[in-house]
């Protein structure tokens, strides 16, 4: 069964602090990895990283993916009192064969940050 | 260009009553998925859609239902609802050319009392 392990779970930090949040997985057939930011409901997409090494990055936030060690990190520096979500890491794997295989996310339980001012 | 959208917002039901969620996806999109978010935990895969046809499904018991209709939109229905099943309830739509890339709806908060 695919699985993805989000750690820490919580984070408290203050402003102009730097964090790193980190995902661990095992999945059948690996696609790709997604960070997502939840807020007041639906997840919004940060990054998705597919090859090991090459690190995305927009603005202060960061990624990257190693695909030997089946884990990924995200980094935001300069932590801003908007950055406090919950951050999603989820894994897609490919499920089934030919026209019906389909891209099936399992997501981790998630890290919730905290920033204070 | 409008997101995905999800209708109702909120929803308060009791135990045994069933509940229909609906889902519209992003125009171009033609892959629907379901996914049941719990406080404190990520979302779960409930089921995937294409092409009006169930393409997966988590690990749901059978109360779980849905249907994907011709121009795409989507139906979640839940029967015989019990307490655990109070949850943030997720559609995300993908492309063909992109199925790595789903884009989620607002939810819906479903809370059985």
């Known amino acids: 069964e695919d699985k993805v392990v989000q750690s820490p779970l919580s984070l408290v930090v203050h402003e102009g602090d730097t964090v790193t949040l980190n995902c661990s997985y095992e999945?059948?057939?690996?696609?790709?990895l997604l960070w997502y930011k939840q807020e007041k409901k639906a997840p919004t997409f940060l990054f998705m990283l597919t090859s090991s090494g090459i690190e995305k990055k927009s603005g202060r936030l960061s990624s990257i993916l190693d695909k030997k060690e089946l884990f990924s990190i995200l980094n935001i520096t300069a932590t801003q009192t908007g950055d406090s979500a919950i951050y999603l890491c989820?894994?897609?794997?490919?499920?089934?064969?030919?026209?019906?295989?389909?891209?099936?996310?399992?997501f981790g339980q998630g890290t919730i940050l905290t920033v204070h001012p | 260009d409008a997101g995905v959208t999800q209708s109702p917002t909120h929803l308060i039901k009791t135990r045994g009553q069933h509940v229909t969620l609906r889902c519209s996806p992003i125009s171009g999109h033609k892959s629907v998925s379901w996914y049941q978010q719990v406080l404190g935990q990520g979302p779960q895969f409930i089921f995937q859609y294409y092409e009006k046809e169930e393409r997966g499904r988590g690990n749901f018991p059978d109360r779980f239902s849905a249907r994907q209709f011709p121009n795409y939109s989507s139906e979640l229905n839940v029967n015989a609802l019990l307490l655990g099943d109070s949850a943030l309830y997720l559609c995300a739509s993908s492309s063909l050319g992109r199925p790595n890339e789903q884009f989620f709806g607002p939810g819906t908060r479903l809370t059985v009392l």
């Open positions: 999945v059948t057939n690996f696609r790709s």
């Open positions: 989820a894994v897609v794997g490919l499920v089934g064969a030919g026209g019906t295989s389909y891209g099936k996310l399992t």
